[in-house]
């Protein structure tokens, strides 16, 4: 019987760990003992209804709250009292949710803004005018112009330009119409050739389930359900994300059992929540 770790990529050492994280908003417990493993080119998908915790989640992986209790390690060491902009520099970046791009920039200037705290790496400037073509004919141009998908495609650049080795990506479809979530969705495999490893939140199940190493179901601050697309049901994926019945008990904090056995499932094709769901 494979141990959980044995069928995941880079077995041994996760690039990142959370550990019984548990993060606080005042006296709302936003997070309560969160756990899971991240490991080198895996696309982690954090899923989750709207105050599930998610961007919680990614923020305190960034830096920006911090924990009442728990750790995030990072290749191997403990960052959970670092800096924001020191674990940048070790190439934790995040591509916040709503973009937070500067809008009176020019397209250029916002790229040279990511690469304030950039570590050396592949991604360039210029790789990112190579990846988006029409980035350099408008670098030019005044930000707050560009369409909600060409923000969005920014400030992937932004952060890659930076060189992250871990990318956290906070709903980068939300507003946005499909076909130019598949755009941006579709950068994944360039992006993910250059070595990097994603972690990111999506609102959008079916989306998070096409593209997913893992998957993560956040309901209310804690986990309820945790493993590979392949091995989770749509059923046990929705009754997870609305916290329906006993799929909450099939959840295992982070690793353990990866999850519910129920198998064929046929999970990506069968209307989980989400579908549809966002314009
Ligand atoms: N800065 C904050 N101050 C107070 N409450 C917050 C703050 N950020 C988030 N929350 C609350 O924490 C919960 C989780 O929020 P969030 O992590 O943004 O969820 P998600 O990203 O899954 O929608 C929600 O109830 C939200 O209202
Ligand atoms: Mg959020």
């Given at each position: 019987m494979?141990?959980?770790?044995?069928?995941?990529?880079?077995?041994?050492?996760?690039?990142?760990?959370?550990?019984?994280?548990?993060?606080?908003?005042?006296?709302?417990?936003?997070?309560?003992?969160?756990?899971?493993r991240?490991?080198?080119?895996?696309?982690?998908?954090?899923?989750?209804?709207?105050?599930?915790?998610k961007?919680?989640?990614?923020?305190?992986?960034?830096?920006?709250?911090?924990?009442t209790?728990?750790?995030?390690?990072?290749?191997?060491?403990?960052?959970?009292?670092?800096?924001?902009?020191?674990?940048?520099?070790?190439?934790?970046?995040?591509?916040?949710?709503?973009?937070?791009?500067?809008?009176?920039l020019?397209?250029?200037?916002?790229?040279?803004?990511?690469a304030?705290y950039?570590?050396?790496?592949?991604?360039?400037?210029e790789?990112?005018?190579?990846?988006?073509?029409?980035?350099?004919?408008?670098?030019?141009?005044?930000?707050?112009?560009?369409?909600?998908?060409?923000?969005?495609?920014?400030?992937?650049?932004?952060a890659?330009?930076?060189?992250?080795?871990?990318?956290?990506?906070d709903?980068?479809?939300?507003?946005?119409?499909?076909?130019v979530?598949?755009?941006?969705?579709?950068?994944?495999?360039?992006?993910?050739?250059?070595?990097?490893?994603?972690?990111?939140?999506e609102?959008?199940?079916?989306?998070?389930?096409?593209?997913?190493?893992?998957?993560?179901?956040?309901?209310?601050?804690?986990?309820?359900?945790?493993?590979k697309?392949?091995d989770v049901?749509a059923?046990?994926?929705?009754?997870?994300y609305?916290g329906l019945?006993?799929?909450?008990?099939?959840?295992?904090?982070?690793?353990?059992?990866?999850?519910?056995?129920?198998?064929?499932?046929?999970?990506?094709?069968?209307?989980p929540?989400?579908?549809?769901?966002?314009?």
């Amino acid at each position: 019987m494979p141990s959980a770790a044995a069928d995941r990529p880079g077995n041994g050492t996760p690039l990142l760990e959370v550990s019984s994280l548990v993060v606080h908003h005042g006296q709302l417990r936003a997070l309560d003992a969160i756990s899971l493993r991240v490991f080198p080119g895996e696309v982690y998908a954090i899923i989750g209804a709207n105050g599930a915790g998610k961007s919680t989640l990614l923020r305190t992986i960034a830096g920006l709250h911090h924990p009442t209790a728990g750790s995030v390690r990072f290749d191997g060491e403990d960052v959970s009292r670092v800096r924001p902009e020191r674990r940048a520099k070790r190439g934790i970046v995040m591509v916040p949710e709503a973009r937070r791009l500067f809008g009176s920039l020019s397209v250029q200037e916002n790229l040279l803004v990511g690469a304030t705290y950039a570590r050396p790496g592949p991604w360039t400037i210029e790789r990112v005018y190579e990846m988006f073509g029409w980035m350099r004919e408008r670098r030019g141009q005044r930000t707050a112009q560009l369409s909600g998908g060409e923000q969005q495609a920014l400030a992937i650049g932004r952060a890659l330009v930076a060189n992250p080795r871990v990318l956290l990506l906070d709903e980068v479809s939300l507003g946005l119409a499909p076909v130019v979530v598949q755009r941006i969705y579709g950068m994944l495999p360039q992006i993910l050739a250059t070595g990097l490893t994603v972690l990111l939140v999506e609102q959008d199940v079916s989306q998070a389930l096409r593209v997913a190493t893992h998957i993560h179901c956040l309901l209310e601050g804690r986990t309820t359900l945790a493993g590979k697309p392949a091995d989770v049901t749509a059923g046990q994926v929705e009754a997870a994300y609305f916290g329906l019945g006993p799929a909450a008990a099939a959840a295992d904090g982070a690793e353990a059992a990866d999850t519910p056995g129920a198998a064929g499932g046929g999970s990506a094709d069968a209307a989980p929540p989400g579908e549809g769901s966002e314009p």
